[in-house]
């Protein structure tokens, strides 16, 4: 099933914060997006007028969403009231919601978002039900009590203290003493060119050994002006991969590359304004063209729905500079047959693909001309009208020869299964290709550089087999 991600937060007409961010946001990595929200926002990107709360429709919201869909993540931003806040957290608690919390009660702009005080109802009520905290500097002062400002990395280990006492306030005492809950403080600290994020991830208990740090550094910008939402993009991507089935280390890990391959990138606005940049970038559509390409030549035609595996059939392609899955595209949901004709089960997007992105990227350890990958069914009969009738370059692979070690190290397989092949040929073939094993079905994987290329490739397959 597609992951599911729920935000609770304000709405903001410039779509670069709140609600509409976290949608963007969500879409962007691969998660499907469900709203609730929690007040309407009047502002732009350099000025906050004012807000009506939607405390007393905010229920009915979440039920209609809760009741109705298998939701388990959430990213909770603005809260305005005392009401909103009950609601929030009785849901929460209600439906066992992993909840980030972007503890937002003052917007870019300055000015407050939330009723006065309702920070320490926040922390008292809200806090132990949360799984992860993005606070800025100044949140992680307030909520640890202390001045947190202008550190630099010589003063680590002030941060990491104040970091471990927000951990802890996460925690309800004697309740899941292994359950791990993460803090990450944003802008916690400066080096002399570079600005970092401190991570700590804490387990319930008092030892040091329960606290994990991390710190993820970027550069320094001498920026005129202000940036809106920033905060709303990288709290709902931690969300969206805890969502994806990754542990809090790497989900954070992952929304930090997330944040940083879109941060300086901004659209600047008049007034000094400036909004991150979630819109996909040429190179991105240029690949989703190219897969489209690729889709659209064996969707129109019923031969080549003897192709689809009974795993059904994708189609990946990557950047050129690709290092993780999140820069590979794939047709989320697969190909699938209908009516006789191979049919896409849903969108092109990028982070959507798994086992197809994992080759890509493995190859071009190898061959970083190596772009596009796609799944076929095997055929003994097909293998060898191939090898006789094109000049493509099949080379089988013999699951049963995988290292033992391989085979219990997950996500290793197509790491595997490419360096064999180059060992074998010394380099990456047209196809590589098995007999599967045991729960594993046979597979024929063709690898491409673009999609003229897959196009012409798939043209000599089809008419091999036909020739049979």
């Not at 732009?44 to 969403?65: H, P, W």
């Not at 799984?131 to 990395?153: C, G, M, W």
């Not at 941060?263 to 400036?274: A, D, H, R, T, V």
């Not at 597979?443 to 089809?462: A, V």
């Amino acid at each position: 099933m597609k992951p599911f991600c729920l935000t609770i937060a304000g709405s903001d007409p410039t779509s670069s914060a709140g609600i509409q961010a976290d949608i963007r946001t969500f879409d962007r990595c691969g998660v499907h997006p469900f709203s609730a929200i929690t007040a309407i926002t009047y502002q732009n990107a350099t000025e906050f007028v004012g807000y009506k709360s939607l405390s007393d429709d905010l229920g009915n919201q979440l039920d209609s969403i809760l009741g109705s869909y298998p939701v388990k993540y959430v990213k909770i931003g603005m809260i305005p009231d005392v009401k909103a806040l009950d609601i929030i957290v009785e849901n929460v608690k209600k439906y066992e919601l992993i909840a980030v919390l972007d503890p937002v009660s003052v917007s870019s702009a300055g000015a407050r978002i939330s009723s006065e005080g309702l920070e320490l109802e926040i922390e008292r009520d809200l806090f132990p039900h949360l799984k992860i905290l993005t606070p800025n500097v100044n949140e992680a002062s307030f909520y640890t009590n202390s001045d947190l400002f202008n550190r630099h990395e010589t003063d680590i280990e002030e941060l990491k203290n104040a970091a471990k006492i927000l951990v802890k306030k996460l925690h309800i005492e004697g309740k899941h003493p292994k359950e791990e809950k993460g803090v990450v403080i944003k802008s916690a600290g400066t080096t002399i060119d570079k600005v970092f994020d401190l991570v700590c991830i804490g387990r319930n208990g008092e030892r040091e050994e329960n606290f994990d740090f991390r710190t993820y550094t970027k550069p320094k910008l001498s920026l005129k002006g202000n940036i809106h939402g920033t905060g709303c993009v990288f709290s709902s991507a931690i969300t969206g991969f805890l969502a994806k089935g990754y542990p809090i280390s790497i989900a954070i890990e992952k929304a930090e590359a997330f944040f940083d391959s879109r941060f300086q990138k901004f659209i600047e606005l008049p007034n000094e304004g400036m909004i991150l940049d979630l819109t996909l970038s040429e190179q991105n559509i240029e690949v989703i063209n190219q897969i489209k390409e690729v889709y659209n030549y064996i969707s129109k035609s019923k031969k080549f729905s003897i192709l689809i595996p009974e795993v059904r059939m994708n189609i990946s392609g990557s950047l050129q500079s690709a290092t993780t899955q999140e820069d590979i595209a794939a047709i989320e949901g697969r190909i699938t047959l209908i009516n006789g004709y191979p049919q896409a089960s849903g969108e092109i997007k990028f982070g959507v693909s798994d086992h197809t992105a994992r080759l890509i990227l493995s190859a071009k350890e190898y061959d970083k001309s190596i772009n596009f990958v796609t799944n076929l069914k095997y055929n003994p009969d097909w293998i060898k009208a191939i090898q006789d009738n094109t000049d493509l370059d099949l080379q089988e692979i013999i699951r049963e020869n995988q290292p033992l070690e391989i085979k219990k190290k997950e996500f290793s397989t197509m790491q595997w299964l490419i360096k064999e092949s180059v060992e074998r040929s010394g380099k990456i073939p047209d196809i590589i290709w098995d007999k599967g094993a045991m729960g594993k079905e046979p597979i024929i994987r063709l690898f491409g550089k673009n999609s003229k290329n897959m196009i012409e490739k798939l043209e000599k397959i089809i008419t091999a087999i036909e020739k049979q």
